[in-house]
Structure formats: structure tokens, C-alpha cells
């Protein structure tokens, strides 16, 4: 295993490497330094006094996941979030075909481990929770999952459009019998293992007719994570809406509050010198509305609320709210704080841009009056084989090298592995014309200083010509060596599928496919808990 600074990358976020490395630079806008073991223990003493209701909440949890068969080890987590005593650390993410791209199996190792640890060094119980985004309504995000098949073509696989998608929410939209279809053309397009007829079965079990989307991806979750403890929560479930009741209310009596909060959050980000992830409407309302039809924003006119083009009164939406708090949805500003009310989260593991937007939500949640998490980054991974590891040793190559256009970086392999003659015969000739270029301009000006411009001009004449035949001899030596093509091809969409790092682009079972379903178990053996490097491991 190696691992890497983040901050090599380009996509690499300042804001991520500034949390864990100069936390004082941004520490205005967190709850507190993730490194400071201090930090942990004030954050679990406050958490621990916070309002909510954990009992209700656990009987809750226990009828979904016994409804969807999870492991007896995540049920006794539940048991275990009854005691007001207990904690969590929290991640989540939507309800990607399949379970979405690589990173969404790193957020569930990294939860798995902060729990572990926090138990170990601060003797308290710490339960992994993953939060199914099941209220969002962007299906094209959800909708399709990408593999590499056996000629390392990215190949994405997508489920056929459901009644409704696109404006109800995707827990709201039920597989039907075209989800097997999508699954026989995901297990064609994957290379064939010793693994891909479970793959088939196991998905099978999960993403069948009948099934809803969000509640299909929070199964697969139990299968793939439940026997380690993670609790798996789908965030549309009626129940869990009035526990936080009062945030929906508190909403719509400051409507505006939460989007000013933000807005002034996001200055302060600028003059620390990160770009804020959001800019808010001013009239905008943290909340959505449950329509039959579809998830619908919510609007502020004056002293009324525009939900769905109809205009209505403040004190009939709030009275709806209050009666009916499952036909309100948290947007992305409010949800973080619906999450930390109804769990008991010292620690909230984000991706990058989620830790953009939470990073301005500090005063929102002094607002509201919910404590607020520590933030720390995800785990940042690329998994390789034995033989991609060894191609890049081969060649001397670091996962940075990698990280161009393909023939540009296959260029750069091919230059290295020239004979050594043709490129000192080349540096020779360079050099050569350099050497008798200057005697040459030297002589010409004493016959006819005029000259010297003629002389340039020619000399760059052939330097072209030799920079020109240095790249005839790159092609030559490409085309000749169909083997170094070869390898670099698999080696290079194994890392950057589609020019993009693995774990965003990867699916789920492209990687069961290969390495087997204990992968969860081995992630957690071998992934390190240092999320402000890279690493690359051999599975």
C-alpha cells in the first residue's frame, strides 16, 4: 500500500486538506479540530445533553430494518441508540443504482472505523450510521451505475425511467420487473469472475419488482455493511418526521433565516480564501413540499408562502406542518440538521463538497438550536490489482503521471522505454545544431550582420524538424509495442475510468465483481484512518 497527499491531486479541494492540516485557518467555519482528541471528548459530553428522543427512535429503526432483513449485528446497534448515553458517527449519501459509485463504500468503512476507534479511546458507545438521501428527486444522479468491462471500455448501465421520476422523490419510486433486465445487462458487460453469479443473485434479492428504489439501495447496504454494525436509516420514513417537526415549524416562522445564515457564511468563506458551495436565493425556504405529483419548493412572497404555483397563508402552511410533518422534506441546508436531531452525532463524515456546504451552516444550527457534529473527510482510496501495481512499478509511475490525457501520459511511458541510442542520438543532434548554430551566427555576422535573422529562423527550422522526428519515433515505438499499449490502457481506465479517479466514477459491483463480497471486511483491515492522503491499496 502507498498513499498520497491529497492536496497533488487537482481535484483535490483546499478546503479538505485545510481542515486536517491548518485547522486554525479555517476553524470558524467547524465545530471543532477533527485531530484534537479533546474535541471528541466535549463533542460526545454535549451531544449527550442534546434534546431528542432516543427511544422512539430506535423502535423505529428496529421495524425498518427487521421489514428489510438487516444482520442481527446492526439490529443490536439499534438496541444499543435507545440508551441516551450512546452516540454515532454519521455519513450517508443518495440511493445510487446498486449502491453508486466506490467512494459511497468508503464513506461506510470510514464511519465504521471513527465508531470503532471512539469506543476504543473514549470508552462510550459509538454506533455507524449511513443516511439513505431516499427525499431527493434527481433521478439522472441515481438512475445508472458504471463499470469497466473486459476490453476496459467505462461502461455505464442504467435503469429504465419509473413512474414519477424526476419530480417524486426517489424513495417514492418503485423498481418494477424491467430492474432484471438492467441487472442481465450489468452482469454481460462485467468481465466474468469467480464472483459475478452471487453478484447476480445478491442483487437480484435486493432490486427486484415491487421494491422501492431507496429502500432496494438501504438492503443492499445491510448485505454489504449490516454484520459490521452500521445502522442503515432511510430518510423518507413517516415515522422519523415528527421528532423534527419543529425544525420544519421553526422554518417557515423565520423564513429567510436559514438562507441569510448561509448567505453571510459563504462571505466569510471568501475572505478565508474558499469558494462557498452556496449561494441561496433570498427567498428561498429550506424546505420542500410533498406533492402527489412531485417534491416541490417552497417560497416566500411577502407574508405568504408559494408552494406548487398556488399561493397560501403562513399560518395554513405552518398548520400543515405541524399536523403533517411527512408531507414537508428538508432541502440540503435544513437536512444536516434534521440528521443531528434525530441522531446523536458527535461526527459527521463528509465528502468534499458536502463539507463545502456544512462548513457554512454553522450559524443555521445556533439557530435551531441543534448541537453541531465535528466534520471530518471521507477516505479517499484507488484499489488496484496485482498486475496494475506492477506496471506501474515497471515504469516508475505515480497515480499523478497517470492523470493526463491517455496518449499524453502514454507518450511519457513510451519516451522512458526508448533504447537508450535513439535518445542520445537525438540529444546529440539537438545539441549539435545548437553548438554549430552559434558558430555559424557567429561568422555570418562578421560577412553580414542582416543575416542573423536568417540564421535564427533556420535553426528553429530544424529544431522543429528534430522535435518533429522525436515524435514520428514516439508513434513508431507506440505502434511497435502493442504489449506497453496494452497494459497502459487497462492500468490507466482502471485508475482515471473516463479521465475522472476511480472512486467517483467505479461502481459498486464492478468491484464485488473482482474482489468477492468480503470486501467490506477487507477494506476495513487495510484502509488506514488518514483522510488527508490517498491511498492506493492492492485487495
Not at 555576422?445 to 522543429?464: E, I, K
Amino acid at each position: 500500500m502507498t498513499s498520497i497527499d491529497l492536496d497533488r491531486f487537482p481535484w483535490s479541494r483546499p478546503l479538505t486538506t485545510a481542515c486536517l492540516r491548518q485547522f486554525s485557518t479555517v476553524a470558524a467555519l467547524f465545530a471543532g479540530d477533527p485531530r484534537d482528541p479533546q474535541a471528541w471528548r466535549d463533542m460526545v459530553t454535549r451531544v449527550q445533553r442534546a434534546k431528542r428522543d432516543p427511544a422512539a427512535m430506535s423502535r423505529m429503526l428496529t421495524r425498518h430494518l427487521s421489514r428489510r432483513g438487516a444482520p442481527s449485528q446492526a439490529l443490536e446497534a439499534v438496541g444499543a441508540l435507545a440508551d441516551p448515553r450512546t452516540v454515532a458517527v454519521v455519513t450517508g449519501q443518495q440511493a445510487g443504482l446498486f449502491g453508486g459509485p466506490l467512494y459511497t463504500l468508503l464513506k461506510a468503512v470510514t464511519a465504521i472505523q471513527l465508531a470503532r476507534r471512539m469506543e476504543h479511546d473514549l470508552g462510550v458507545r459509538a454506533v455507524p450510521i449511513f443516511w439513505v438521501e431516499a427525499e431527493d428527486h434527481d433521478w439522472d444522479e441515481v438512475r445508472s451505475v458504471h463499470i469497466l468491462d473486459g476490453e476496459h471500455n467505462l461502461r455505464a448501465v442504467a435503469a429504465a425511467d419509473l413512474p414519477g421520476a424526476g419530480q417524486r422523490p426517489i424513495g417514492c419510486l418503485t423498481l418494477n420487473d424491467g430492474i432484471s433486465a438492467t441487472i442481465l445487462e450489468l452482469v454481460a458487460a462485467l468481465p466474468p469472475s469467480d464472483f459475478t453469479a452471487e453478484l447476480q443473485l445478491r442483487l437480484g434479492r435486493r432490486y427486484r419488482d415491487g421494491i422501492g428504489m431507496a429502500q432496494a439501495f438501504a438492503g443492499w447496504m445491510d448485505d454489504l455493511f449490516g454484520a459490521h454494525g452500521l445502522v442503515v436509516f432511510e430518510a423518507d420514513a413517516v415515522e422519523a418526521k415528527p421528532l423534527v417537526a419543529e425544525l420544519f415549524l421553526d422554518e417557515l416562522d423565520h423564513a429567510g433565516r436559514t438562507a441569510r445564515l448561509v448567505g453571510e457564511a459563504g462571505v466569510a468563506m471568501k475572505a478565508l480564501g474558499h469558494a462557498p458551495q452556496i449561494e441561496p436565493q433570498g427567498d428561498s425556504v429550506a424546505l420542500f413540499y410533498l406533492a402527489e405529483h412531485a417534491r416541490v419548493a417552497i417560497k416566500r412572497r411577502a407574508d405568504e408562502f408559494v408552494i406548487d404555483d398556488a399561493v397560501r397563508s403562513a399560518a395554513d402552511v405552518r398548520r400543515e406542518a405541524k399536523n403533517h410533518p411527512e408531507r414537508f422534506s428538508p432541502n440540503v441546508l435544513l437536512r444536516p440538521l434534521v440528521q443531528d436531531r434525530l441522531f446523536p452525532t458527535v461526527c459527521y463524515v463528509a465528502g468534499p463538497s458536502e463539507l463545502a456546504y456544512q462548513a457554512q451552516l454553522g450559524g443555521v444550527y445556533r439557530a435551531f438550536g441543534v448541537e453541531r457534529p465535528l466534520l471530518l473527510p471521507r477516505a479517499s482510496a484507488t484499489l488496484l490489482d496485482a498486475a496494475a501495481l506492477r506496471f506501474l512499478e515497471r515504469h516508475h509511475l505515480s497515480l499523478e503521471d497517470l492523470h493526463q490525457e491517455h496518449e499524453t501520459a502514454l507518450a511519457h511511458i513510451v519516451v522512458r522505454s526508448l533504447p537508450t541510442g535513439v535518445e542520445q542520438a537525438l540529444r546529440g543532434t539537438q545539441d549539435a545544431v545548437s553548438e554549430r548554430g552559434r558558430t555559424l551566427k557567429d561568422a555570418v555576422n562578421l560577412l553580414d550582420p542582416t543575416l542573423a535573422g536568417a540564421v535564427d529562423t533556420t535553426l528553429d527550422r530544424m529544431r522543429n524538424t528534430l522535435q518533429s522526428l522525436h515524435g514520428k519515433i514516439v508513434q513508431a515505438a507506440k505502434r511497435n509495442d502493442e504489449t506497453l499499449r496494452r497494459q497502459f490502457t487497462r492500468t490507466h481506465a482502471l485508475v482515471y475510468p473516463g479521465g475522472a479517479p476511480q472512486e467517483r466514477v467505479l461502481g459498486v459491483p464492478f468491484f464485488l465483481n473482482r474482489y468477492g463480497f468480503d470486501l467490506g471486511q477487507r477494506l476495513l483491515d487495510t484502509l488506514p484512518l488518514d483522510t488527508d492522503r490517498h491511498h492506493v491499496l492492492s485487495i
